[in-house]
């Protein structure tokens, strides 16, 4: 490995509800659907597509099926930590302060 292995962003742990879940950060693969994250017309869509991609890494064998029943209860707790795990700002994902 060279380097840019030290550049590779950290896991971290959080608790969901009662589930522990290891979110790891969004790679270059997925920089479109931040900066979609600043389009009024395709910020919800780009969040749920941000979801799905951080759980089906922290759980592998969650099905889609699984990850679009995911009660209303838990989508901000669950941003928070995409956010926090990201290292990113509120603002960055709600376009607001």
Known sequence: MSKLSNLIGKSKTF???EVELELKPLTMENLDL????EDDS???IAMKKII???LKEAVPDATDD???KLGITYLQEISNAI???NGLKPKDVSGQN
């Open 15 to 17: 608790t969901i509800g």
């Open 34 to 37: 931040l900066s979609e994250l």
């Open 42 to 44: 395709k910020r919800v």
């Open 52 to 54: 799905a991609i951080t």
């Open 66 to 68: 699984e990850i679009a």
């Open 83 to 85: 956010v926090e795990v």
